[in-house]
């Protein structure tokens, strides 16, 4: 067997040339399937770390735009129904009020958003900003790098102060501490009162203005109503009764008697994850399939390569069954050549996977992103597996072939 594998390194290493340029589909492939995984897993990290800022016991209560008789298929929520230009305004401050006299409710606060130019100074931006009730911030885990929260009592009285995101805070002040500064906001002033630290691309915080609800409400766009609902809970083991306890209030709030005309949607996190989860897993499995085939057509390429060697080598392959090898030991040797170069191609696409991986997490992490690096050890084995397993595969059939050679006419072969 020693000997076989000494044929056979010594075989590859006689042309480095071809067995690099064999092996490059297998460590393209692998190295794709590296980083898919690799990156599936810091994403996911990322995710848990946003879920943990938010909580994981929270409700999720959006507008909706209820199916209509000529089209049962309309189901828009969220920004998806604003985008459409119909505004569901049944959503109130009472219904909130009334979500939070349940008992596994310990909060809830609601939103609007708008648009609108800032400016400071000679700096300007369009800006996205949050009306958002006081109570967020007893519920949100988000935490400021100066200054302070706004209170209940400067949300009722609509009061123009205004917490800035970590970005928009650098981009409109620069290196001025923000905090305490008169900010422009369409044609209002805001004092600005607080700024967050800096949350991560992912999480959208650090490019908004947080405004008191009320606020928004009455001087910035002048309606009543709100877009989206956070509810807290006592109880997350209770998070599917409390979420039917809350739409049977909502309908009963809107006058709704048919569950198909629901101008809402409650979402459990739950719920949203698994959103995610299935969005994320077919972009995975999407990404799998296209190194699958960069893997198949890595080993195609080996194969045919196996037999252009077999050729080139049908006088030797002769002369050793002349001199007493058996069609075993020809089969191991060209077999042990084509699983060694998909082997090697795994390692290297092993290797060069993890490099890129660890760059997306740098690149993530000067972005503020909460990701980690890491290569799950499955990943590995997984790669490490399929390379001996394509070797053998697209191996094994020009193996047999020079194993069956006739000797006598292999060495008439020039």
């Known amino acids: 067997m020693s000997k076989i594998l000494r044929q056979s390194f010594k075989a590859l290493f006689a042309n480095k040339g071809r067995t690099i340029l064999t092996m490059l589909g297998i460590v393209i492939g692998i190295a794709t399937v590296v980083l898919v995984l690799s990156a599936g897993a810091g994403f996911r990290s990322l995710i848990d770390s946003q879920v943990a800022t938010l909580g994981s016991n929270t409700l999720f209560i959006q507008t909706r ?30 219904d909130l009020d009334d979500i939070k006299r349940l008992q596994n409710v310990v909060g809830a606060y609601g939103i609007v958003t708008g648009q609108a130019n800032a400016s400071y100074r000679a700096s300007k931006k369009t800006v996205i900003y949050y009306g958002a009730s006081a109570e967020r911030f007893q519920i949100d885990k988000s935490k400021l790098i100066s200054g302070r929260f706004y209170t209940q009592s ?22 001025d501490e923000p905090t305490g500064k008169l900010l422009r906001i369409g044609t209002m002033n805001f004092q600005v009162i607080g700024v967050y630290e800096a949350q991560g691309a992912l999480s959208g915080n650090d490019d908004l203005l947080f405004i008191p609800l009320a606020t928004v409400q009455k001087k910035l766009l002048g309606i009543d109503y709100i877009s989206v609902g956070i509810v807290a809970l006592k109880d997350i083991s209770a998070v599917d009764s409390t979420a039917e306890q809350i739409k049977i209030l909502m309908r009963r709030n809107h006058s709704i008697t048919n569950s198909d005309k629901d101008d809402f949607t409650v979402q459990t996190q739950a719920q949203a994850l698994e959103t995610f989860n299935t969005i994320f897993s077919g972009i995975t499995y999407l ?35 002349a001199i007493g090898a058996k069609e075993s030991d020809i089969l191991k040797e060209f ?27 740098f690149i993530a992490a000067n972005a503020n992103l909460a990701w980690t690096f890491t290569v799950p050890i499955y990943a590995m084995v997984l790669a490490f597996g399929v390379s001996g397993a394509i070797g053998i595969f697209f191996g094994v059939f020009p193996a047999r072939t020079a194993s069956k050679m006739d000797p006598i006419e292999a060495l008439r072969y020039e």
């Open 65 to 94: 735009i209820p199916p209509t008789t000529k089209n049962r298929n309309a189901n828009s929520i969220g920004p998806e129904a604003a985008f459409s230009g119909v505004v569901i305004s049944s959503f109130k401050q009472k």
């Open 154 to 175: 400067e949300d009722n009285s609509s009061a123009q102060v205004v917490i800035l995101g970590n970005k928009v805070a650098g981009d409109l002040f620069g290196q």
């Open 287 to 321: 990404l799998i399939a296209i190194a699958t085939i960069s893997l198949i057509v890595g080993g195609v390429g080996i194969m045919n390569i196996m037999y252009v060697v077999v050729t080139e080598r049908t006088a030797e392959i002769g002369l050793k069954k």
């Open 335 to 361: 077999l042990f050549e084509a699983v060694l170069v998909t082997i090697f191609g795994g390692i290297i696409g092993i290797l060069f996977g993890s490099l890129l991986g660890f760059i997306v997490s």
